[in-house]
């Protein structure tokens, strides 16, 4: 497992944008597919989007595809979610985490991914005012 903590959330105004970040420490960052989720008050912890270890392939949610980009530095070990346009239904606690399965394209992500994820962060506080 990595060991892994989130940094950047914070409050921004409807349309704005944040740039998470996720600092792992431990072996083979570089072999983890990284991933981020996030929980909004009452719901599930849903997929947002990872980016593969191999080919640094990249999988979206729906509601954030165009909006989203996921990125990693492997020198720097470090997993990066540039969110722009963002809305207020993006507000949420952002969870990033870490994997060592691959996702192929044309995988579905949905509530069981999460599952298959071992290493999480504490979470970083997104708010989006509207």
């Known amino acids: 497992q990595v060991q892994l903590v989130e940094s950047g959330g914070g409050l921004v105004q409807a349309g704005g944008s944040l740039r998470l970040s996720c600092a792992a420490s431990?072996?083979?960052?570089?072999?983890?597919?990284m991933g981020w989720f996030r929980q909004a008050p009452g719901k599930e912890r849903e997929f947002v989007a990872s980016?593969?270890?191999?080919?640094?392939?990249?999988l979206y949610a729906d509601s954030v595809k165009g909006r989203f980009t996921i990125s990693r530095d492997n020198a720097k070990m470090t997993v990066f979610l540039q969110m722009n346009s963002l809305k207020s239904e993006d507000t949420a606690v952002y969870y990033c985490?870490?994997?060592?399965?691959?996702?192929?394209?044309?995988?579905?992500?949905?509530?069981?991914?999460?599952?298959?994820?071992?290493?999480w962060g504490q979470g970083t506080q997104v708010t989006v005012s509207s």
């Open positions: 431990g072996r083979f960052f570089s072999s983890y597919t």
């Open positions: 980016i593969n270890w191999s080919d640094r392939s990249t």
């Open positions: 985490a870490g994997t060592r399965w691959l996702f192929v394209a044309g995988y579905a992500p949905g509530p069981q991914t999460q599952d298959k994820f071992d290493s």
